[in-house]
């Protein structure tokens, strides 16, 4: 089920959340956590019901492992044993379900074999629910967190406003949430925070994200005849989609775990606005950027064994960084190509180098945008179509408005005329990315919005507005980007 949707909105989050909060009323708290999972499952499986059995399968195994892990003495090689256990295990279910395909084209293509591929369904949230399971498992076996009772384990992994997407939540983070008697009764204030931050959100997607995906999706698919002006949209287009459908779902996710009286991680804090590439990544998809760091990055040594140990490490963590997201080797080059940035990066500021904020944020907002090329492309040689319009190789298409003063350019090989065709733009396709700059660059987020906010007036009238014409706009349905990963 989607949160842009109208049996979201106007059936299942309502009667969910009445349901839930009426159950509490009552004090009966078990019935009202069993009635969440309930709800959480039924969201997941509306999609498709047959890997419901999937998420309850891989829940029990990975309780019972915690059960394990729990029990054990610490330091012993027995204990260290049942960790791998549990992530092989994960990490063999996802790599099944994401992974299957692509291995065995690859050895297909190497080996000159026909290995019939298997064409399996990814089921929804698998990449998110098996690396929240992993973290649990990896901090029961540190003695960070323990969980006793199933019914609050699987209240802690379907909880349905995190379920699908993110933000990846530690158990720690969200279980004393639940077992605070405080948060089973409406919080009016937490209610009011939550629409207001959901309708920000639901906007993002539904007006701004879909309204870039138009552009995006036609230039990708057109990508060998671009010119410089029709690239440079089709990249921006999608870079703005991909910000604001992601920073749309994170909202939407914070503000209804606030309804809920949850308080959900931050995940996304104006990456665009970072002056390097380490910034970037404090900012953008913050959870996993934490995961990646404390489940992979460290435990490979980190830092701690030399500059060259630590660029490998870098390397390899945004590596699989990049093959978490996506079964190909567009993903990869993507996740190496952050990775790289980071160690360049990380060289440049220990030699006492140092960009100006200004020459900073340029480079990098370039860098990303280049980047996401990678991420969006099907397949490589879009990749490479959509880069060589960029420098002009397609050809170079200005306004016609523009021929009479820059008529000596026609000499150089530019033509005048229809700019934007490539991308099925328009007029108002410019100013829209100029507005996504405007948005990016000098709005409030989200978070620093929900920090200092205040029921009045405008806030009211802000939500209300904003959650009107996301309404309206819903008549096409379109998924969260992130859906797919």
Known sequence: MLYNSYEFILAFLPLTFCVYFLLNRFRKIEAGKAFLVLSSLFFYGYWNPIYVPLILASMIVNYQIGQVLARLSPGGTGKKHVLWAGVIFNVGLLGYFKYSDFFLANVNWVFD???????????????????????????????ETHEYNFLNYMVFVTFFPQLIAGPIVHHKEIMPQFANLRTKYLDFRNIATGVFIFSIGLFKKVVLADTFAQWANAGFDNAETLSVIEAW??????????????????????GIGLMFNIRLPINFNSPYKAVDIQDFWRRWHMTLSRFLRDYIYIPLGGNRKGPWRTYTNLLLTFVIGGIWHGAGWTFVFWGF???????????????????????????????????????????????????????GLNGVVLPQALARVLPDLSAWGVVFGDYISGVRGSAITPLWLVLGFAIVLLCKNSVEKMESFEPNVYRLALAANCFAISLFGMYQVTEFLYFNF
């Open 337 to 391: 190509l952050h990775g790289a940035a980071l160690v360049i990066h990380r060289f440049w500021s220990q030699l006492g180098f140092r960009l100006g904020a200004v020459l900073g944020w340029f480079v990098t907002f370039n860098f990303v945008n280049v980047a996401w090329v990678f991420f969006r492309a099907e397949q490589w040689q879009d990749a490479v179509n959509i880069l060589r319009g960029m420098v």
């Open 233 to 254: 949209a089709a990249s921006l287009s999608y870079t703005f989609q991909l910000y604001f459908d992601f920073s749309g779902y994170a909202d939407m996710a914070i």
């Open 113 to 143: 074999t026909s290995f019939d591929l298997l064409h399996l369904t990814l089921p929804l949230a698998i990449s998110f629910f098996t690396f929240q399971q992993i973290a649990y498992l990896v901090d029961s076996y540190r003695n």
